[in-house]
Nanobody, 116 residues
Framework: QVQLVESGGGLVQPGGSLRLSCTAS????????MSWFRQAPGKERELVAT????????NGADSMKGRFTASRDNAKNTVYLQMNSLKPEDTAVYYC?????????WGQGTQVTVSS
């Protein structure tokens, strides 16, 4: 079955960096666009970025542009999210997502906390 497993979250100081990973299984990874979402406490889940099968990027909110970069390694069935210049408002649970066969699949999420 489809599985998405995120990792790489943690506590980081403002201005710091983190790289999240999402390893996928159960489908032909290279054939599907992958997305990162995040959900902060009390807020709706929002798109961070979508990366197409060829590595094209569709960005989410302007607040993340220029600081967050999605990438993928099809040989490793893994999508990454490099996050730089982190701010306290980036604190959220970050989720990996794929849509296939008219269904949306989510990972369990990884917590990112930006605090001094």
């Amino acid at each position: 079955q489809v599985q998405l497993v995120e990792s790489g979250g943690g506590l980081v100081q403002p201005g710091g960096s983190l790289r999240l990973s999402c390893t996928a299984s159960g489908f032909i990874f290279s054939m599907y666009a992958m997305s990162w979402f995040r959900q902060a406490p009390g807020k709706e889940r929002e798109l961070v970025a979508t990366i197409t099968t060829f590595g094209g990027i569709v960005n989410g909110a302007d607040s993340m542009k220029g600081r967050f970069t999605a990438s993928r390694d099809n040989a490793k069935n893994t999508v990454y999210l490099q996050m730089n210049s982190l701010k306290p408002e980036d604190t959220a649970v970050y989720y990996c997502n794929v849509n296939l066969n008219f269904r949306s699949y989510w990972g369990q999420g990884t917590q990112v906390t930006v605090s001094s």
